[in-house]
């Protein structure tokens, strides 16, 4: 079946600092990736999609400015948390969608970020 | 508004017994339905959709759209079971709407 990886699965940065989390279609070309984050005992709560070639559609209440999204390929989505602050701590997972369009969204392992 | 509600975080079932995870949603139109599974440190993985109708690992989930609901029910309760469930619902964007999630623990 089709594959979702996400780089790095863990990380740890200091506050202030920027990382990049990376979302890759494996086997298949996505032209549309989701974004994640997942709160401890809550559910996933959609950021923001993103559209090969285009900018991110961000759900409201998420900083489009701390939360950078590139979608430069079929096969790659990157999410920069800029400014990184202890509340950015959190799992963030990514989802890609085929590109014949099914509704089946296929999910990446999640990434821990934990900001000190 | 569209909506999905999982009225148990945490169900306790014994081996062997019957499992109904519960999920009612608030969607104008036709909704897309769907069942999220996550066991112990894995990625989150489509357990079932309604459109497609089949049994996945014994679990059925019938859409019942006069008590807007789509819960999830498995005769048989086994121990690989135990996992977190999540319902969800595809709106007109193509985005997912997620439950809360329900975790199942299967007691021995």
């Known amino acids: 079946g089709a594959v979702v990886s996400q780089h790095p699965s863990r990380v740890i940065c200091k506050s202030g600092t920027s990382v990049k989390i990376e979302c890759r279609s494996l086997d298949f070309q996505a032209t549309t990736m989701f974004w994640y984050r997942q709160f401890p005992k809550k559910s996933l709560m959609l950021m923001a999609t993103?559209?090969?070639?285009?900018?991110?559609?961000?759900e409201q209440g998420v900083e489009k400015d701390k939360f950078l999204i590139n979608h430069a390929s079929l096969t790659l989505s990157t999410l920069t948390v800029t400014s990184a602050h202890p509340e950015d701590s959190s799992f963030y997972i990514c989802?890609?969608?085929?590109?014949?369009?099914?509704?089946?969204?296929?999910f990446g392992p999640g990434t821990r970020l934990t900001v000190t | 508004a569209q909506r999905v509600t999982q009225p148990e975080k945490l169900l306790s079932v014994f081996k062997g017994a019957p499992v109904e995870l519960k999920c009612n949603y608030s969607?104008?139109?036709?909704?897309?339905l769907f069942w999220y599974v996550q066991y112990s440190r894995q990625r989150l993985q489509l357990l079932l959709r309604h459109i497609s109708r089949e049994s996945i690992k014994g679990f059925t989930a019938d859409l019942n759209k006069g008590e807007t609901s789509f819960h999830l029910k498995k005769p048989f309760a086994q121990e690989e079971d135990s996992a977190m469930y999540y319902c969800a619902l595809i709106d007109r964007d193509d985005k997912i709407i997620f439950g809360k999630g329900t975790r199942l623990h299967i007691l021995p």
């Open positions: 993103s559209n090969e070639g285009s900018k991110a559609t961000y």
């Open positions: 969607y104008s139109g036709s909704p897309e």
């Open positions: 989802s890609a969608r085929d590109f014949q369009g099914t509704f089946e969204q296929y």
